[in-house]
T-cell receptor, first 112, second 113 residues
Framework: TQLLEQSPQFLSIQEGENLTVYCNSSSVFSSLQWYRQEPGEGPVLLVT?????EVKKLKRLTFQFGDARKDSSLHITAAQPGDTGLYLC????????????FGQGTELSVKP | EAQVTQNPRYLITVTGKKLTVTCSQNMNHEYMSWYRQDPGLGLRQIYY???????DKGDVPEGYKVSRKEKRNFPLILESPSPNQTSLYFCASSLAPSSYEQYFGPGTRLTVT
């Protein structure tokens, strides 16, 4: 059973389009992180959100943590080929002593 | 440069032949962990360590061992590898678990035939 469900799993879009990736769970989390992974490399942290309803922006990327701290979204405005990669959400479970769990990832391909 | 290093990066081996994947970090981090990454399953935690001589099982520990004799090193040991352990493995370190940034190594692609 996947405790963190990401959708969509695959996304192929044209340069300039907008997109949203979702990360959902039935569990409440203390915090949630988004990572980006490029082929042949390990994931790299993009952002951490800790407060319900929190919104953080990183250039063209907007991250939101749900009010109930059970879900999150990543929105990319005017996607560019450099945004191509695997996007992973990760959250620590309040009932598991802070162990981090990962969603299955969203593979994004942005074509020029 | 702050980094997590893993060796080897690629390994092809046969069933039953013991192997060790090394992991080292130079950031003086307390917390280290091992993950495996499989298509459609994301990253799953194998083992983690809160400090020297303190290790605990993650979500998929079967078939793996770890040790933490020094703060900087956290090797992953497969005593008798099997084909279902073919995967991409990542070591990570951080100041603490949960909301702290995890720094990942470059990965080790293991194939067990």
């Amino acid at each position: 059973t996947q405790l963190l469900e990401q959708s969509p799993q695959f996304l192929s879009i044209q340069e300039g389009e907008n997109l949203t990736v979702y990360c959902n769970s039935s569990s409440v989390f203390s915090s949630l992180q988004w990572y980006r992974q490029e082929p042949g490399e390990g994931p790299v942290l993009l952002v951490t959100v800790v407060t319900g309803g929190e919104v953080k922006k990183l250039k063209r990327l907007t991250f939101q943590f749900g009010d109930a701290r059970k879900d999150s979204s990543l929105h990319i405005t005017a996607a560019q080929p450099g945004d191509t990669g695997l996007y992973l959400c990760a959250a620590d479970r309040e009932d598991q002593g802070g162990k981090l769990i990962f969603g299955q990832g969203t593979e994004l391909s942005v074509k020029p | 440069e702050a980094q997590v290093t893993q060796n080897p990066r690629y390994l092809i081996t046969v069933t039953g032949k013991k192997l060790t994947v090394t992991c080292s970090q130079n950031m003086n981090h307390e917390y280290m962990s091992w993950y495996r990454q499989d298509p459609g399953l994301g990253l799953r935690q194998i083992y983690y360590s809160m400090n020297v001589e303190v290790t605990d099982k993650g979500d998929v520990p079967e078939g793996y061992k770890v040790s933490r004799k020094e703060k900087r090193n956290f090797p992953l040991i497969l005593e008798s590898p099997s084909p279902n352990q073919t995967s991409l493995y990542f070591c990570a370190s951080s100041l603490a678990p949960s909301s702290y940034e995890q720094y990942f190594g470059p990965g080790t692609r293991l194939t067990v035939t």
